[in-house]
Nanobody, 124 residues
Framework: QVQLVESGGGVVQAGGSLRLSCAASGRTFNITGMGWFRQAPGKEREFVAA????????YYADSVKGRFTISRDNAKNTLYLQMNSLKPEDTAIYSC?????????????????WGQGTQVTVSS
C-alpha cells in the first residue's frame, strides 16, 4: 500500500500563487507515475498534470499549461504542484494520485492510490 497526504492548499486572490505538496509513504517503490487531479463543486474530477517518477516526462491539461508546474523530489518521496496566475475557475479540491503506470496519463482509473485532497480557493 501507498499513502498520500496533500498539503499547501488555501485561499488566494486571482493572479496569486500556491504550491501544493503530496508526501508519499509506504510501498513507494511500486510507484512509476504520479499526478494531480481536481474537483470543483458540482463537477467531475478532472486531470491537472502528471509526471513520471523515475524518468523525464510531464503532461498537463490545456487549462493549466503555462501556469502550473508539476515536479517531484524522489529523495523526499514528495510531489509538488506550483500554481501561478491562479484564476477563480481553478477553485477546487486538489488530490494527488499514484500508480504503476507505464505512460503519462490523464485517465483516473489507472491511478491506484489517492490522497484525501486539499482545498484551493481563488477569490476574484
Amino acid at each position: 500500500q501507498v499513502q498520500l497526504v496533500e498539503s499547501g492548499g488555501g485561499v488566494v486572490q486571482a493572479g496569486g500563487s500556491l504550491r501544493l505538496s503530496c508526501a508519499a509513504s509506504g510501498r513507494t517503490f511500486n510507484i512509476t507515475g504520479m499526478g494531480w487531479f481536481r474537483q470543483a463543486p458540482g463537477k467531475e474530477r478532472e486531470f491537472v498534470a502528471a509526471i513520471a517518477w523515475s524518468r523525464e516526462g510531464r503532461y498537463y491539461a490545456d487549462s493549466v499549461k503555462g501556469r502550473f508546474t508539476i515536479s517531484r523530489d524522489n529523495a523526499k518521496n514528495t510531489l509538488y504542484l506550483q500554481m501561478n496566475s491562479l484564476k477563480p475557475e481553478d477553485t477546487a479540491i486538489y488530490s494527488c494520485a499514484a500508480g504503476r503506470i507505464s505512460t503519462l496519463t490523464s485517465i483516473r482509473n489507472l491511478y491506484e492510490y489517492w490522497g484525501q485532497g486539499t482545498q484551493v480557493t481563488v477569490s476574484s
